[in-house]
């Protein structure tokens, strides 16, 4: 059972920590200008995302995480929850090749 | 036409958002084809709408995570994903991206950073453009010696490094369910070692050099090679999210915009994949990184606009290819099971 969750936790924090690694490396490092959002003429989440953007970038960063995770897996199912009535079998493909 | 604009609370710049959707639909329909995040045609794309360069990179890649998370729910429904064969490149892909890292750094170093990378994308993209283009001919005239010859054209006979890769059993042997293959765990990971030194030699998320890998050197079907990647990119693109908003530079609305574009194009994309053979797959891409390759050459040449016009060119004319197949394919599917169930009523 060690084991089984030894392994399990390595592979999480595997997949965790290394792309801190890859993407030190990617995109072209961004300037450090500070950036600070004009909250003046802001409201509702917006205004809530900016004010938290200038006060708390790490909370910011979780956030951002979050809403593409729940954006992409909402879009996905809407978009599979469409695809299904269109008739075409979305479940296997005639082209099969190796 | 003030509603066309959409005001971006973080960078304070004002948008035209059918430009985005667009952005995000064209680039949902490629990437879901191809397996790749496309980076390289959506950060100019973003930069023309008006988004300050590393907002653009920041954005883009947050968008990529999630457009690659709808892709991958997709291929995987039609067993396109293998997730084993998937987290054994990672695990390589991350090392080797921080050797590529440290590479840069040491010709940052000597100072010779910018024009040394730029030139050994466009080597590199030549390369991957005629190993495809070769591949394909290679195919074609296989098959012909094969029919002249009285027997069937099989489409194999193109170029095939794996089953020689695969004779190297060095222990523990894996078997990848849906890629077909059974190899030493080793092979894919010292694959991804390589494409992620590249990857992060040249800055880029590495689905233009992984597909081909995958398909050449690991030996996965091109719909596995596809989905797979996919796979990667989410994973590399949600770390990269989270990093880049770190550094503040990303705009959060544009991101959901454009992933409401990217959610029917990835859509479109992927099932198009259902209609299309291996080497149509292939070639198309082939064609994407020729023009990847031609835009990065502009560049290097100041030619910043014309670079730009032949990105957008060839994400329209590529999508547009894209759609043409989705939507034949799924008339004539849609067209057979009606006809299949006229005939079985009538009987």
Same mark, same amino acid.
Request: aromatic content about 12%.
């Given at each position: 059972?060690?084991?089984?969750?030894?392994?399990?936790?390595?592979?999480?924090?595997?997949?965790?920590?290394?792309?801190?690694?890859?993407?030190?490396?990617?995109?072209?490092?961004?300037?450090?200008?500070?950036?600070?959002?004009?909250?003046?003429?802001?409201?509702?989440?917006?205004?809530?995302?900016?004010?938290?953007?200038?006060?708390?970038?790490?909370?910011?960063?979780?956030?951002?995480?979050?809403?593409?995770?729940?954006?992409?897996?909402?879009?996905?199912?809407?978009?599979?929850?469409?695809?299904?009535?269109?008739?075409?079998?979305?479940?296997?493909?005639?082209?099969?090749?190796? | 036409?003030?509603?066309?604009?959409?005001?971006?609370?973080?960078?304070?710049?004002?948008?035209?958002?059918?430009?985005?959707?667009?952005?995000?639909?064209?680039?949902?329909?490629? %990437?879901?084809?191809? #397996?790749? +995040? =496309?980076?390289?045609?959506?950060?100019?794309?973003?930069? /023309?709408?008006?988004? $300050? &360069?590393?907002?653009?990179?920041?954005?883009?890649?947050?968008?990529?995570?999630?457009?690659?998370?709808?892709?991958?729910?997709?291929?995987?429904?039609?067993?396109?994903?293998?997730?084993?064969?998937?987290?054994?490149?990672?695990?390589?892909?991350?090392?080797?991206?921080?050797?590529?890292?440290?590479?840069?750094?040491?010709?940052?170093?000597?100072?010779?950073?910018?024009?040394?990378?730029?030139?050994?994308?466009?080597?590199?993209?030549?390369?991957?453009?005629?190993?495809?283009?070769?591949?394909?001919?290679?195919?074609?005239?296989?098959?012909?010696?094969?029919?002249?010859?009285? %027997?069937?054209?099989? #489409?194999? +006979? =193109?170029?095939?490094?794996?089953?020689?890769?695969?004779? /190297?059993?060095?222990? $523990? &042997?894996?078997?990848?369910?849906?890629?077909?293959?059974?190899?030493?765990?080793?092979?894919?990971?010292?694959?991804?070692?390589?494409?992620?030194?590249?990857?992060?030699?040249?800055?880029?998320?590495?689905?233009?050099?992984?597909?081909?890998?995958?398909?050449?050197?690991?030996?996965?079907?091109?719909?596995?090679?596809?989905?797979?990647?996919?796979?990667?990119?989410?994973?590399?693109?949600?770390?990269?999210?989270?990093?880049?908003?770190?550094?503040?530079?990303?705009?959060?609305?544009?991101?959901?915009?454009?992933?409401?574009?990217?959610?029917?194009?990835?859509?479109?994309?992927?099932?198009?994949?259902?209609?299309?053979? =291996?080497?149509?797959?292939?070639?198309?891409?082939?064609?994407?990184?020729?023009?990847?390759?031609?835009?990065?050459?502009?560049?290097?040449?100041?030619?910043?606009?014309?670079?730009?016009?032949?990105?957008?060119?060839?994400?329209?004319?590529?999508?547009?290819?894209?759609?043409?197949?989705?939507?034949?394919?799924?008339?004539?599917?849609?067209?057979?099971?009606?006809?299949?169930?006229?005939?079985?009523?009538?009987?």
């Amino acid at each position: 059972m060690f084991r089984h969750w030894f392994w399990r936790g390595g592979l999480l924090a595997v997949l965790t920590l290394l792309p801190s690694l890859a993407w030190a490396a990617g995109g072209g490092g961004a300037s450090d200008i500070v950036v600070v959002a004009d909250t003046r003429q802001l409201a509702g989440a917006n205004f809530y995302f900016s004010e938290l953007y200038n006060d708390n970038i790490t909370v910011f960063a979780v956030w951002a995480v979050v809403l593409t995770t729940a954006c992409g897996a909402v879009l996905g199912v809407v978009m599979d929850f469409i695809m299904k009535r269109t008739g075409i079998d979305l479940t296997k493909r005639s082209i099969v090749e190796h | 036409m003030e509603w066309m604009y959409m005001h971006m609370p973080i960078s304070g710049v004002d948008i035209l958002w059918p430009g985005l959707v667009l952005i995000g639909f064209s680039v949902g329909c490629i %990437g879901g084809f191809f #397996g790749m +995040g =496309g980076a390289w045609m959506v950060t100019p794309g973003l930069n /023309i709408l008006g988004f $300050p &360069m590393a907002f653009a990179i920041g954005t883009d890649i947050a968008h990529m995570a999630g457009k690659s998370m709808i892709s991958t729910m997709r291929h995987a429904k039609f067993g396109n994903v293998d997730y084993k064969l998937g987290i054994a490149m990672i695990i390589g892909t991350m090392f080797g991206i921080e050797v590529g890292a440290q590479l840069i750094m040491y010709l940052e170093r000597m100072g010779t950073v910018g024009p040394v990378v730029r030139w050994v994308y466009v080597v590199l993209l030549a390369l991957i453009a005629w190993l495809v283009f070769y591949d394909y001919a290679k195919a074609v005239k296989a098959d012909k010696a094969a029919v002249a010859g009285g %027997g069937k054209a099989t #489409g194999q +006979g =193109g170029i095939n490094w794996a089953p020689a890769l695969h004779k /190297i059993k060095i222990p $523990p &042997m894996m078997e990848f369910k849906q890629a077909g293959i059974t190899c030493s765990v080793w092979l894919p990971m010292i694959v991804a070692f390589f494409t992620g030194i590249l990857a992060g030699f040249l800055g880029i998320g590495g689905g233009l050099i992984r597909m081909p890998a995958l398909v050449y050197l690991i030996g996965a079907p091109t719909h596995v090679a596809v989905g797979t990647d996919l796979f990667e990119v989410m994973i590399s693109g949600l770390y990269g999210a989270f990093t880049y908003s770190l550094k503040g530079r990303i705009e959060m609305v544009a991101v959901f915009v454009m992933l409401t574009g990217a959610a029917i194009g990835a859509q479109i994309g992927v099932v198009a994949t259902k209609y299309a053979k =291996g080497y149509g797959i292939r070639i198309l891409f082939g064609c994407a990184v020729l023009c990847c390759l031609v835009s990065v050459v502009l560049k290097e040449f100041k030619f910043n606009d014309l670079a730009a016009v032949v990105v957008l060119t060839s994400i329209g004319v590529i999508s547009l290819y894209i759609i043409k197949i989705m939507v034949g394919g799924a008339i004539n599917e849609v067209r057979e099971k009606k006809a299949g169930g006229t005939q079985a009523a009538a009987h």
